[in-house]
C-alpha cells in the first residue's frame, strides 16, 4: 500500500448561496448537491486518483449514505477491508454553504465517525505496517487518530497529521507522534496562539509548530500559497501558489494533503519544495470546479510535467 488514511467519510450536503446566511436569517439559495466528503475520505480519494495504491480505514452508518460511500471507494479503487458499517449511528453528513466567492461554511454532525475507535485503528495494523505513508486528521476521535498516529511510528512509517477541523488545547503528543504536520492558517493561529495574516506570520507559527517535535510543518494559506520548515532546515521556505479563479474551495486542503502523501509515497525522489509546490497545483485544480470530490482531478487530467 502506498496511502493508508485513518479518517473520516462524510455525505456532503453543498448550497450554494448568494451569501453566507446570518443568524436567524433565512435565504434563497441557487443550487443544491449531494456528493461524497469528509476530510479523511477526501485526502484518500486526491491520492487515489492521482495513481497510489490507496486503503482507507473508517466507519459508516448502515444507511443509504453509508452504502453509496463504499460504492464510492470501490469505484475509485480503495481497499475498504477496514471500512465497517455500524447500526449504532448514521454515516457523517456535512451541510455546506458556497457562496458567490466560493468560500464555505461548513457543520459536521459526525455520527459513525465518532464510533471508530483505537481497537479499529489497531485491528488495521497489518495494513499500517505494509503502507508508505499514514495520513489522519480529527473528524474521528482524537485518541483515535493519536493510537493511528503511534502505530505508524512503531513500524517506522512516516505519517502525515492534518489537524482539522481545528482544535483548540491539542496534546503535544500528537506532534511528536507524528512526522509531518499539515494544518492551514486557521487551525496554525489556534494551535500556536499567534496570528497567521502574512507570510511573515505563518513563517513564525511553522517555527513555534517544529518546536513542539514533529520532523517538518508545512502550513498552507490559501492564494499566498504555503510556508513549509523541517528540522533539519529550520529557515521556513515560502512556495508560491498559481493564481486562479476560484468556484468552490471546499476541500481544497484535502486535496493538498492527498496530494501530498501521493508524492511522497510515489515520486521519493522529488525535493519536499517540489512536493509541495506539485501539491500546490493539483489543489489549485480542484478549487476550479463545483464541489468536494467532484472538483479532485484524475491523473489523466492533468498536466504530464505534475508526473515527470
Ligand atoms: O474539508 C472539506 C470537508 O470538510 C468536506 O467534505 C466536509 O465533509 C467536511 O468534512
Ligand atoms: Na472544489
Known amino acids: 500500500m502506498d496511502v493508508t488514511v485513518i479518517g473520516s467519510c462524510m455525505t456532503d450536503l453543498v448550497s450554494y448561496v448568494p451569501r453566507l446566511p446570518k443568524p436567524g436569517e433565512t435565504l434563497h439559495g441557487t443550487k443544491f448537491a449531494i456528493g461524497f466528503g469528509g476530510k ?9 486518483r492521482l495513481g497510489a495504491k490507496t486503503a482507507m480505514v473508517a466507519k459508516v452508518g448502515d444507511d ?6 463504499i460504492q464510492n471507494f470501490k ?5 475498504i477491508e477496514h471500512v465497517e458499517v455500524t447500526s449504532a449511528a448514521g454515516t457523517g453528513v456535512a451541510p455546506i454553504c458556497v457562496n458567490q466567492e466560493g468560500q464555505n461554511s461548513i ?3 459526525a455520527g459513525a465517525n ?6 479499529n485503528v489497531r485491528a488495521a495494523e497489518a495494513v499500517v505496517k505494509e503502507t508508505k505513508i499514514v495520513v489522519c486528521q480529527l473528524e474521528i476521535p482524537a485518541q483515535s487518530t493519536l493510537a493511528a498516529l503511534k502505530l505508524a511510528k512503531k513500524h517506522n512509517v512516516r505519517s502525515i497529521f492534518n489537524p482539522a477541523p481545528a482544535q483548540s488545547g491539542l496534546s503535544d503528543e500528537f506532534f511528536s507522534e507524528c512526522h509531518i504536520f499539515c494544518a492551514n492558517e486557521t487551525e496554525a ?4 496562539g499567534l496570528p497567521v495574516k502574512d507570510i511573515e506570520g505563518a513563517c513564525k507559527a511553522t517555527l513555534a509548530l517544529l518546536d513542539k517535535g514533529c520532523s517538518v510543518v508545512i502550513l498552507t494559506l490559501g492564494v499566498m500559497g504555503s510556508v513549509f520548515a523541517t528540522q533539519e532546515n529550520r529557515k521556513p521556505i515560502h512556495v508560491a501558489a498559481q493564481s486562479v479563479t476560484a468556484v468552490d474551495t471546499t476541500g481544497a486542503g484535502d486535496a493538498f494533503v492527498g496530494a501530498l502523501a501521493y508524492y511522497l509515497s510515489n515520486s521519493p525522489s522529488l525535493t519536499l519544495q517540489e512536493i509541495i509546490q506539485r501539491s500546490t497545483e493539483v489543489a489549485g485544480v480542484s478549487v476550479q470546479s463545483p464541489g ?3 472538483s479532485f482531478p484524475w491523473k489523466k ?4 510535467k505534475l508526473f515527470s
Open 40 to 48: 479523511g475520505a477526501n485526502q484518500c480519494i486526491v491520492a487515489a
Open 64 to 69: 443509504t449514505f453509508g452504502k453509496d460511500y
Open 75 to 79: 469505484d475509485n479503487q480503495v481497499m
Open 107 to 109: 457543520v459536521i454532525v
Open 114 to 119: 465518532l464510533l471508530l475507535t483505537e481497537d
Open 189 to 192: 493561529e489556534i494551535l500556536t
Open 292 to 294: 468536494t470530490q467532484t
Open 301 to 304: 487530467d492533468l498536466p504530464p
